[in-house]
């Protein structure tokens, strides 16, 4: 199967003084998600993809490579992407590697998902403001993931 192709351009992503790119998945973070998306997926009786990024043909954002042995390789572009655009490719490319059923992939996209949310969304730094918190209630809203 042939990588999809994404839109070429540059990021419209904000610069994080502190941590570059705002809301991109760092390397660390996305072998964790792999690891817990891989998790989710033997629970499910999947056969689990390995993942790598970059993916080799560049412009490519999202590519899935099928091996003679029956291995397949999920690559995707992590740089200048937010988090949840890279955890997104990453389980589409799962469902595509398992060749499954529409109805069978939204059963299984919404495993996955609930696998790899709580690493691709994360508590708040600490603030830096006048302590007021969100609405008065003491909550904070959460942030993607940054490097």
Same mark, same amino acid.
């Given at each position: 199967?042939?990588? +999809?192709?994404? +839109?070429?351009?540059?990021? #419209?992503?904000?610069?994080? $003084?502190?941590?570059?790119? =705002?809301? $991109? @998945? ?10 817990? @998306?891989?998790? /989710?997926?033997? #629970? ?9 990024? *970059?993916?080799?043909? *560049?412009?490519?954002? !999202?590519? &899935? !490579? #099928? ?8 690559? %995707?572009?992590?740089?200048? !992407?937010?988090?949840?655009?890279? %955890?997104?490719?990453? +389980?589409?490319?799962? =469902? ?5 059923? $529409?109805?069978?992939?939204?059963? %299984?996209?919404? $495993?996955?998902?609930?696998? /790899?949310? *709580?690493?691709? &969304?994360?508590? *708040? ?6 302590? /007021? ?10 942030? &993607?993931?940054?490097?």
């Amino acid at each position: 199967m042939a990588g +999809i192709r994404g +839109i070429a351009g540059t990021s #419209r992503w904000r610069e994080s $003084e502190a941590a570059g790119p =705002v809301g $991109e @998945l760092s390397s660390l973070r996305f072998a964790a998600v792999a690891r817990e @998306l891989g998790q /989710a997926a033997r #629970r499910q009786g999947m056969e689990v993809p390995a993942f790598r990024s *970059p993916p080799r043909s *560049p412009g490519v954002r !999202r590519a &899935i !490579r #099928r091996e003679r042995d029956g291995s397949t390789t999920v690559s %995707v572009m992590l740089r200048g !992407r937010p988090a949840v655009a890279v %955890v997104a490719d990453m +389980i589409d490319g799962m =469902v595509a590697a398992a060749q499954l059923t $529409e109805v069978e992939a939204g059963a %299984v996209r919404d $495993e996955l998902w609930a696998a /790899a949310l *709580p690493l691709t &969304i994360v508590a *708040p730094a600490a603030s830096t403001g006048s302590g /007021a918190s969100e609405a008065g209630t003491g909550a904070r809203s959460p942030r &993607i993931a940054a490097a």
